[in-house]
């Protein structure tokens, strides 16, 4: 605080204060003031000396240098500077648009008659060559098709069981808690017949693919013929939305591929509907619980916490806004 | 205002009757919160949910 | 007088005590040196507070220490002789009776609603709070029940039009064999005429089978969980080769070790398709 202030004003405190007060000896006191000053400046010099010094300057760099350095070992890049990259734009993929699902909002449920043909479309067209295997019989019962469909659907699948009292293992019918079928015994099978891709299990495909059920319904219904100079390998497919833009998976859905048996028109669309709501029902099998519980949870919170707010306040309000008055007793043995 | 002092008096002024009404009230609000919250999510998704469209698929039973 | 109350105590000064170059006996736990409050109403003592003739020590001056002497200075120190009386000040005046203002304005005229109010208010949020807490409870019960794929695993259908007459099936249960007999007619005399109230576990045929001529079983025998043999033992049921326990043909203990008889798992009968269904 001394050193800010300039000499001079302190010159003139001292003479007004010597001015006021006759007595010599406050005065020279007070008078020593200056000299004082004097040393209080004498650090800040030390401290101009240190921001001033050549180690303060070289350490300052090195400790910039370093944690810029240390940020870059960490992340891999630096902010705020830009990058060339050897790829381009399209390995990303086409973004997909946002299509309205019936199952969007907070309050939707899934369309399961949706959900019913869905599986339709993923029985007779994607379960050639992708697994389900997430995904039970009984999971079906409730949701798309009664109990005995499913049993009627399982029983026409074979599945492996035993060991029997010889030891050895048979075939038998499939029940409600046998899991869908895969196409393929293991995955060297599943590349073998596929020249070498292997087509994803789908139990799970709408939360593991950025952009969900939007990125899958453009895929089914995205395949193009490549724009000019985009060269497609033999064998793979040229899609937009596909990262990389060629996927081995050619075009399936056609119109009429399927016939509904609730008379919707199979077109392309309607079936890449169908099949994105049906496996983004096998992906989330809880959603329509989830949501409704969500409704009743938003709620219950909501007026807890107003509720919460009007008892606390309730509470305190007196001891907030009380007043003590203290009498303090009279003096008796005054004289 | 006679309400007031009739529900002071019959509910809040014990406390033993206070907390059992509490909890007899928690009980009935759960059952009718949650049909409730059910009936609206219902008719929100009419149409849309499995009870609606399964007596389409269900074959006579019995 | 009525604001000081010394605190007396009384304290033995070793003899051999040094003295304070004041001339104070330097006594640990004892300051000799303090004196008392001013007293509020003027005797003529004077203040005791700082002289207003002398500058306090702590405005700094020269005093002597064992480094030579030595000089402090605050700049700020003012001057004690020029004293200025506080003419204005913004203390509130002292009365008698505090003053306390009028809040009858902001009063309820009558209490009951608020009183009601608040009660309800209140129990609102309990009422909400105990609602949340019983879901919360009930919740987390149910994640220690069986889950669903465990469940679907729990039943076991058998189709009773392949199983003749007087045959006997072993199915599989949840890893442990289960016995289905078909019983004749006369089995079911058998089974239903014995006098079943002398038994080791007494036990009546009609609450072991649910339709006389199904027989529904664990096939483990009570005694060490042996598997039980089929149409064997002494009693035309079923004769445990391990310990050489015998059933009759409702399965019930009649001799050797089993302390109990062959337990009946919950089944029910589909008559539509002629199933049976365990679990």
Redesign the interface.
């Known amino acids: 605080m001394?050193s800010r202030l300039p000499s001079g004003a302190?010159k003139q405190?001292a003479s007004a204060?010597r001015l006021?007060?006759?007595?010599v000896v406050?005065s020279s006191?007070?008078a020593?003031?200056r000299f004082?000053s004097s040393r209080a400046s004498s650090s800040s010099n030390a401290f101009e000396s240190l921001m001033n010094s050549r180690l303060t300057l070289a350490s300052a760099t090195l400790f910039t240098a370093g944690t810029v350095a240390w940020y870059a070992h960490l992340y891999g890049t630096l902010p705020f500077i830009g990058e060339a990259h050897a790829s381009h734009l399209s390995d990303e993929g086409l973004h997909p648009v946002a299509y309205p699902w019936?199952h969007n909002g907070f309050?939707?449920?899934?369309?399961?008659?949706s959900i019913?043909r869905g599986y339709q479309v993923y029985r007779e067209v994607c379960a050639a060559c992708h697994s389900l295997d997430r995904i039970?019989w009984?999971n079906l019962v409730?949701?798309?098709?009664?109990a005995?469909?499913a049993r009627v659907m399982a029983e026409e699948v074979e599945y492996q069981d035993g060991p029997n009292d010889d030891g050895e293992m048979f075939q038998r019918p499939g029940k409600?808690?046998d899991y869908m079928p895969a196409p393929y015994p293991n995955e060297e099978a599943a590349r073998a017949g596929n020249a070498g891709a292997l087509p994803p299990d789908l139990s799970l495909i709408v939360k593991a693919r950025h952009g969900g059920a939007d990125y899958i319904f453009s895929l089914l219904t995205g395949y193009v013929d490549p724009p000019a100079g985009v060269e497609v390998r033999e064998g793979m497919n040229y899609n937009p939305y596909f990262p990389g833009g060629a996927l081995s998976m050619a075009r399936v859905l056609f119109d009429g591929l399927v016939e509904y048996d609730?008379g919707t028109p199979a077109t392309t669309s309607q079936m890449a509907k169908d099949v994105v709501t049906f496996l983004n029902w096998a992906a989330e099998p809880e959603h329509?619980e989830r949501k409704?519980t969500g409704?009743?949870a938003v709620?219950?919170?909501s007026?807890?916490f107003v509720?919460?707010v009007?008892?606390k306040r309730?509470k305190w309000g007196p001891i907030k806004n009380r007043?003590i008055?203290y009498n303090p007793?009279a003096?008796?043995?005054?004289h | 205002m006679s309400f007031a002092i009739t529900a002071y008096n019959t509910i809040f002024k014990r406390n033993s009757v206070y907390v059992g009404s509490v909890f007899a009230a928690a009980f009935a609000f759960g059952i009718g919160?949650?049909s409730g919250?059910?009936a609206?999510?219902d008719s929100?998704?009419r149409g849309?949910?499995?009870k609606?469209?399964?007596h389409?698929?269900?074959?006579d039973e019995e | 007088?009525?604001s000081f109350q010394a605190v007396k105590k009384s304290i033995n000064l070793a003899p051999t005590v040094r003295a304070l170059p004041s001339g104070v006996p330097a006594a640990p736990l004892l300051n000799l040196a303090v004196r008392a409050p001013a007293e509020q109403?003027g005797h003529g003592h004077g203040s005791s507070g700082p002289r207003a003739d002398v500058?306090p020590s702590w405005a700094?001056?020269v005093s002597k220490s064992p480094f030579g002497l030595f000089?402090k200075?605050y700049?700020t120190a003012p001057?004690p002789?020029?004293f200025q009386q506080r003419l204005l000040h913004t203390s509130a005046v002292v009365k008698d009776a505090?003053e306390?203002p009028d809040f009858s304005h902001y009063r309820a005229p009558n209490t009951d609603n608020n009183r009601a109010l608040?009660y309800f208010?209140?129990g609102?949020?309990g009422v909400?709070?105990a609602?949340?807490a019983k879901s919360s409870v009930s919740e987390f019960l149910q994640t220690m029940a069986a889950s669903?794929?465990v469940l679907?695993?729990a039943k076991v259908e058998v189709d009773l039009t392949t199983i003749p007459e007087g045959k006997n099936v072993i199915i599989k249960w949840r890893g442990k064999p289960v016995f289905i007999r078909h019983r004749t007619q006369s089995e079911i005399d058998e089974a239903r005429s014995a006098n079943w109230k002398t038994f080791r576990d007494p036990e009546p045929d009609e609450a072991r089978a649910k339709k006389p001529e199904w027989l529904v079983m664990l096939g483990v025998c009570t005694h060490l969980g042996c598997v039980p043999i089929g149409e064997a033992g002494d009693y035309g049921g079923w004769f445990c080769p391990c310990h050489g326990s015998h059933y009759d043909i409702s399965g019930r203990a009649r001799k050797g070790p089993a302390p109990l008889n062959l337990e009946v798992p919950a089944h029910d009968f589909n008559d539509a398709e002629g199933k049976l269904v365990i679990g």
């Open positions: 001394l302190l405190a204060t006021s007060s006759p007595s406050s006191r007070y020593s003031v004082a019936p309050f939707d449920s899934f369309d399961h008659a019913r039970a009984r409730g949701v798309s098709h009664t005995d469909e409600l808690a609730d329509d409704k409704i009743k709620i219950l919170f007026t807890l509720l919460s009007y008892t309730f007043k008055q007793p003096d008796k043995t005054g | 919160f949650d919250v059910t609206f999510w929100w998704n849309r949910q499995w609606d469209i399964r389409k698929y269900v074959q | 007088m009525a109403h500058p700094g001056g000089t200075t700049t001057s002789r020029v505090p306390v608040s208010m209140v609102t949020m909400l709070s609602s949340v669903a794929d679907a695993l």
